[in-house]
């Protein structure tokens, strides 16, 4: 009678796997980790890191100050304006608001007059 084959399997480290995996990655991403660099110089060269550090530190305070700005009866008539005006703005005719840009700028060429231009 025919026996089983026993199949068994070394215990897997996950730990060791990820750390295999991190040990390689300079080698594999070495082109973007050199580009991640540079950008995280340049953010803290300009200040920002440090701006996103004070503001992450005070975040409770800022998000109450824009609420508090927010309620304001001014800030809600302007969000309501601005309601209205996309509105209407996305209800106009390229051609419309083309010539109306024409108009007020008489050296803007429209987009019929640029593509007649152009080969």
Known sequence: MSQPIRLEFAPRDARAELQIRLQNAPLKHAEALLSGYELLQGLHDRGVLDLLRGGLGSSDKVLSIIVEAAKTPQAIIATRNLL?????????????????????????????????RCP
């Open 84 to 116: 209205i005006l996309s509105k209407l703005v996305f209800t106009l005719e390229p051609e419309l608001l083309e010539n109306t840009i024409k108009a007020v700028q008489p050296g803007h060429a429209t987009g019929a007059e640029r593509n007649a």
